[in-house]
C-alpha cells in the first residue's frame, strides 16, 4: 500500500464516538503499567531491571511471537501490586474504564479470576475473592456514569487451579445482578494432546454443568493453542455459548462447517493470536479474516493491552491492514453486542445505540 501523501496527524476535535464492543479482555491484563509502577514503589515491590518504568514495560510487552507461558510471564510484576488490594482494584476497574471509553468501546465484558488477586496465605484481615469482586463493581458502577459506557464482569476458571472451580460459580450467582453476567475458563492449553480423550478437567465440567443449572452464562478458552477438539468438547461437554480464541477449530473442517452452521460466537483476539504462537506468523490466512469472508460469527477483541499494547482501535487497524474493511469491523461489532451476555431487552437497547452512532435507521 502506497504511502498517503496527506496522512496525518489526527485532525479530529473529539473523543472517538462510543461505537465498538469488546466480549474478550482480561482486567488484570489491562492493568496500566504506570498504576503498577507507582503501587510497586508505594510497597516496596522489586521491579524487573533498573526498577525504572521503561524496564517494567520491557519486561511485560511483547513484540515478538512467543508461546502463551511467555505471553503471560509479565504478570509476574503486574499482579503484586495491586493483589489483595481493593482500593487498588476499585482504581484499576475505574482507569479501565476510561482506558476502553477512550478507544470507543461502548460495551465490554471485562473477566477476571478474583482467586488470582488474594493473598492465598492471607489472615483474618486479608481481602477475600468477594472482597475483590465487590471492588471491581464498584470501579465499574463509576466508569458507566463518568464514561458512559456500559460493562459487564465474568469470571474465570483457571486450567490446573481446580480448587477455585465451583466458588467461581457461587461468585458468579452472588453477583448475578450486580454486573457479573457468566463464567470462563481460562489457561494453558499448549500440554494438551490432540488424541487426548478429556480436554478439560473434570471440577471443569462439573463446575460448568452447575452454572448451566443456575441458568449462568459460560464461554470457553478453547482452540487457542490446543487443538480443534478443545472446541468440539467445550460446545458438547461443557456447552459453552460462545468460543474465546478458536482459531484451531479451522484444522477440523466438519466442525468448522458446524460452528458456521449453529453461528457459534469466537472471541478472536489477532494481536495475541500472534504473540502467543497461537497463529504463527507462517499462517497466511489468519483465522480472524477467514471467519470474516466466511461470514461466521466472530467479534474483534484485544485480550491483554497490557501484553500487547494494543487496544480495540489497533486491532481495527491491523486488521485493516490485512484487508477487512469496515464493512467487517461494524458485523463484528453487531455480533458482539448479538452474542454477548445481556438479557434480551439490554441487547435491544444495546443494539439501537450502536445502531444510532452508526446513523443506520432502520425505520
Known amino acids: 500500500m502506497p504511502a498517503y501523501k496527506f496522512h496525518g496527524p489526527k485532525r479530529t476535535q473529539k473523543k472517538i464516538p462510543l461505537s465498538r464492543a469488546e466480549l474478550h479482555i482480561h482486567l488484570d491484563g489491562s492493568v496500566r503499567l504506570s498504576t503498577v509502577w507507582e503501587l510497586s514503589k508505594q510497597k516496596n515491590i522489586k521491579l524487573p531491571g533498573n526498577g525504572s518504568i521503561a524496564d517494567l514495560e520491557k519486561a511485560v510487552k511483547l513484540s515478538e511471537p512467543s508461546t502463551l507461558a ?3 510471564s509479565g504478570f509476574q510484576y503486574t499482579s503484586p501490586p495491586i493483589t489483595g ?4 482494584m476499585e482504581r484499576v476497574a475505574l482507569e479501565f474504564c476510561e ?3 477512550e478507544h470507543g468501546v461502548l460495551y465490554v465484558e471485562a473477566r477476571f479470576c478474583p482467586h488470582l488477586l488474594v493473598h492465598p496465605d492471607g489472615g483474618e484481615d486479608s481481602a477475600t475473592p468477594d472482597d475483590i469482586i465487590e471492588a471491581v463493581l464498584r470501579g465499574f458502577e463509576k466508569g458507566e456514569t463518568e464514561f458512559g459506557i456500559t460493562v459487564r464482569t465474568l469470571l474465570c476458571c483457571i486450567r490446573g487451579l481446580p480448587q477455585f472451580d465451583k466458588d467461581i460459580v ?5 453477583y448475578r445482578d450486580k454486573g457479573v453476567v457468566g463464567i470462563d475458563v481460562a489457561g494453558d492449553e499448549g500440554h494438551i494432546e490432540d488424541l487426548a480423550h478429556a480436554m478439560f478437567d473434570q471440577s ?3 463446575t460448568f454443568d452447575e452454572a448451566r443449572k443456575l441458568k449462568l452464562n459460560t464461554t470457553a478458552h478453547a482452540g ?3 487443538p480443534a477438539a478443545c472446541v468440539e468438547q467445550a460446545l458438547d461437554v461443557l456447552k459453552a455459548k460462545r468460543i474465546g480464541h478458536g482459531y484451531r477449530v479451522l484444522e477440523n473442517p466438519k466442525l468448522y462447517e458446524r460452528c458456521l452452521k449453529e453461528g457459534v460466537h469466537f472471541e478472536t483476539c489477532p494481536t495475541s493470536s500472534i504473540l502467543t504462537g497461537a497463529q504463527p506468523t507462517d499462517i497466511f490466512y489468519h483465522a480472524t479474516v477467514k471467519f470474516a469472508e466466511d461470514g461466521a460469527n466472530f467479534s474483534i477483541n484485544s485480550d491483554d493491552p497490557m501484553v500487547t499494547g494494543t487496544w480495540i482501535e489497533h486491532e481495527y487497524e491491523l486488521l485493516r491492514s490485512w484487508g477487512l474493511n469496515e464493512t467487517y469491523i461494524t458485523r463484528s461489532n453487531f455480533n458482539a453486542i448479538r452474542s454477548s451476555f445481556l438479557d434480551e431487552s439490554e441487547k435491544k437497547a444495546m443494539i439501537k445505540k450502536l445502531c444510532d452512532v452508526n446513523h443506520i ?3
Open 224 to 226: 487457542e493453542v490446543g
Open 85 to 88: 488490594d481493593v482500593v487498588a
Open 204 to 206: 471443569v465440567i462439573e
Open 99 to 101: 482506558d476502553i471509553s
Open 70 to 72: 511467555g505471553f503471560l
Open 170 to 174: 457461587r461468585l458468579a450467582d452472588k
Open 361 to 363: 435507521f432502520l425505520d
